[in-house]
Each structure stands twice: as structure tokens, then as C-alpha cells.
């Protein structure tokens, strides 16, 4: 009985480390804050693995709503957006990665479509340069909606907007969540888990014999 609860208590420890997620926000004071008005998101933001390459920018919730008339934002009190509404852009890893997804909208002036907002994201997902996995999913003009993707071990992803490779088209990005259920465990842990379940399973199996 006692081995029983040592493999339970290994197994205990080593679950969150196989499953424990990464969220990026761009709101708070590291990045933007609420009231930031266009500030580029550096290299190395969130993980010194990644490269966001320029193309990313953040914008507060204040400023979105007072400037464009809008009454919603950002999950974080700020967004990410593709500046100058490049189209695509890529955001780019050095250590492989599983992509869970993301909140997105579009952006709105007075909570509705314009003729910047872009209607559609498209994320494609490449490890090395062969494609993972592709998802497309529409935008709203009234809130954030958290878009799944589960690319596993990309390298870099491509985000487009509703026109394919034209600019001035422009959508809004907060929460990017990786990593989730997709990480690489530490072999320590794998030893631990493992462990936990090989004691678990002898315990049983002499409980049986008995």
C-alpha cells in the first residue's frame, strides 16, 4: 500500500511539468500596458526563442477604444497587430514549439468592419519548411475569440490576413498559448513519471499474486 501511494505522489509531480502551458500577453507593464499606442514587440518577447522580426506591434485598449469608438479589447488590456497591415508575417523559433492558439479579433472602428479590418486569420504552422497544419477562422468587430490551432513542433508560424499577401488589412492578437500538453519533458521527469508507474504497476501485480 505504501509503494501505492509513492507512485501516485511521482506521478502527481511530474503531470503538470508534461502539461503545463505558456501564455503571452501584451498587456501589463513589460510590453504596452492599456494605454500604449503602437510599440514593436522585440525579439525574444515572451521566449528568447523567438524572433517576432518587426512585423508585430501592440496597441493598448485604451487608445482602441477612445480613437476608434470601439467598447471592447484586449483579454490583457493590450494587443498584438500586424503593423502597417503587412500581410504575411511570420513569427519565427529557434527551439521547437506545439502552437495551441491564440485570441483574436479584427480591427474595428465604432465595433464594426471597415475597409482596414480584416475579416479572416490564417495561421499556418511549418516546422523547418514543411507544413504542419493550417486552420482559417473568421473575426469579429465586437470581441476577442480564442482561435485553436495545436500545430505540434513548428518552428515558425505565418499569420495572414483576408486579402493573402496585400497590406492595410489589419487583426488583433492576445493570449498566444504554446507549449500546452506539447512540451518536451525534462528527462528527469520522464524518469520521475516513469518511475511512478513502474512502482504502481509491481505493486499491483504482487497485490494480485498474494
Same mark, same amino acid.
Given at each position: 500500500?505504501?509503494?501505492?501511494?509513492?507512485?501516485?505522489?511521482?506521478?502527481?509531480?511530474?503531470?503538470?511539468?508534461?502539461?503545463?502551458?505558456? !501564455?503571452?500577453?501584451?498587456?501589463?507593464?513589460?510590453?504596452?500596458?492599456?494605454?500604449?499606442?503602437?510599440?514593436?514587440?522585440?525579439?525574444?518577447?515572451?521566449?528568447?526563442?523567438?524572433?517576432?522580426?518587426?512585423?508585430?506591434?501592440?496597441?493598448?485598449?485604451?487608445?482602441?477604444?477612445?480613437?476608434?469608438?470601439?467598447?471592447?479589447?484586449?483579454?490583457?488590456?493590450?494587443?498584438?497587430?500586424? &503593423?502597417?497591415?503587412? /500581410?504575411?508575417?511570420?513569427?519565427?523559433?529557434? !527551439?521547437?514549439?506545439?502552437?495551441?492558439?491564440?485570441?483574436?479579433?479584427?480591427?474595428?472602428?465604432?465595433?464594426?468592419?471597415?475597409?482596414? /479590418?480584416?475579416?479572416?486569420?490564417?495561421?499556418?504552422?511549418?516546422?523547418?519548411?514543411?507544413?504542419?497544419?493550417?486552420?482559417?477562422?473568421?473575426?469579429? /468587430?465586437?470581441?476577442?475569440?480564442?482561435?485553436?490551432?495545436?500545430?505540434?513542433?513548428?518552428?515558425?508560424?505565418?499569420?495572414?490576413?483576408?486579402?493573402?499577401?496585400?497590406?492595410?488589412?489589419?487583426?488583433?492578437?492576445?493570449?498566444?498559448?504554446?507549449?500546452?500538453?506539447?512540451?518536451?519533458?525534462?528527462?528527469?521527469?520522464? !524518469?520521475?513519471?516513469?518511475?511512478?508507474?513502474?512502482?504502481?504497476?509491481? &505493486?499491483?501485480?504482487?497485490?494480485?499474486?498474494?
Amino acid at each position: 500500500m505504501r509503494k501505492l501511494w509513492l507512485a501516485a505522489l511521482l506521478v502527481v509531480i511530474a503531470l503538470p511539468v508534461l502539461t503545463q502551458a505558456s !501564455v503571452i500577453t501584451f498587456g501589463g507593464t513589460s510590453l504596452c500596458g492599456d494605454t500604449c499606442a503602437g510599440t514593436q514587440v522585440p525579439d525574444g518577447y515572451g521566449n528568447s526563442n523567438f524572433t517576432w522580426g518587426g512585423s508585430f506591434y501592440a496597441y493598448g485598449n485604451i487608445p482602441y477604444d477612445a480613437n476608434y469608438g470601439n467598447t471592447y479589447g484586449a483579454p490583457s488590456g493590450a494587443f498584438a497587430y500586424n &503593423a502597417f497591415g503587412d /500581410s504575411p508575417i511570420t513569427l519565427n523559433s529557434s !527551439v521547437a514549439f506545439t502552437f495551441n492558439g491564440a485570441d483574436f479579433s479584427t480591427f474595428a472602428q465604432n465595433n464594426q468592419f471597415q475597409t482596414f /479590418s480584416s475579416t479572416t486569420i490564417e495561421i499556418q504552422g511549418y516546422s523547418g519548411s514543411t507544413l504542419v497544419g493550417t486552420v482559417v477562422a473568421n473575426l469579429s /468587430s465586437t470581441s476577442f475569440n480564442f482561435v485553436t490551432a495545436d500545430f505540434a513542433n513548428v518552428t515558425s508560424l505565418v499569420f495572414t490576413n483576408d486579402c493573402g499577401s496585400c497590406s492595410g488589412r489589419w487583426w488583433l492578437m492576445d493570449d498566444f498559448t504554446y507549449n500546452q500538453g506539447g512540451t518536451t519533458p525534462e528527462p528527469g521527469t520522464m !524518469v520521475m513519471f516513469g518511475s511512478g508507474l513502474l512502482v504502481a504497476a509491481g &505493486a499491483i501485480r504482487r497485490r494480485f499474486r498474494s
